[in-house]
């Protein structure tokens, strides 16, 4: 994967989440192994919590990408519900961190990018309803992860038209909502519809593209 590519996904990730979900800072980097990660990319953090961090702080981090290693089955990791300590408590109080998500997209089971949504003393920790949200996302678009950085946005905007020429205007809608990461309830809310007919829209898009599940339509668009 291009770093190029992989801090446009980052950044559309995030940006489409902060849509919905309030928070400061961003950091996305490579993880090359169980140890060691590169190629770091921040934005809304300060350069210099982000030194200390990579220069020492790491090692006590209790959400960091090498707890999650042997765990295929992990999406994510929250600073709050994590078993804390001093050192680190400390640097996020002198940093002014008041809660972060970790999230690792996997190839084959092993992390191999990481990325950190981080929220200030300007929120309240991420709420359990809020980490709903994040699940449902990252479960969108995890299963395009493979695919996603060979697709320019443009095509990504556009879709591949033999795939939706047969859909009608408002199943498009929704196929470009599903893009941006919206679950059931809220392509229900930005239709101005129920879940139900949601739903018969999503059975009727997975018919005329002939997939099964939302994982796969989007895996299709994605791939053009």
């Not at 001093?86 to 996997?106: G, H, I, P, S």
């Not at 059931?184 to 593209?209: D, P, R, V």
């Amino acid at each position: 994967m291009q770093t190029l590519n992989w801090n446009q996904f980052s950044e559309e990730f995030s940006r489409n989440i902060q849509k919905v979900i309030p928070f400061d800072g961003l950091v996305a980097f490579n993880i090359n192994s169980e140890t060691s990660a590169s190629q770091y990319s921040f934005k809304g953090v300060n350069h210099i919590a982000v030194d200390e961090y990579l220069g020492h702080m790491q090692h006590y981090d209790p959400v960091h990408y090498r707890f999650a290693f042997d765990k295929a089955e992990m999406k994510f990791s929250v600073l709050q519900a994590a078993a804390s300590n001093a050192m680190y408590e400390d640097f996020c109080q002198k940093w002014d961190v008041k809660d972060t998500v970790e999230l690792f997209f996997r190839k084959n089971g092993v992390p191999v990018r990481g990325m950190s949504l981080v929220r200030s003393s300007a929120y309240t920790e991420f709420s359990n309803q809020e980490l709903k949200i994040i699940e449902s996302f990252y479960d969108l678009t995890t299963c395009c992860f493979n695919q996603i950085y060979d697709v320019s946005s443009h095509q990504v905007s556009l879709f591949n038209e033999g795939l939706t020429e047969s859909l009608t205007r408002q199943e498009s809608k929704i196929l470009g909502l599903l893009c941006k990461g919206l679950n059931n309830q809220a392509l229900a809310n930005e239709m101005h519809c129920g879940i139900s007919t949601i739903k018969t829209h999503l059975q009727h898009i997975y018919q005329k593209t002939q997939v099964r599940s939302r994982q796969e339509l989007m895996s299709r668009v994605l791939s053009g």
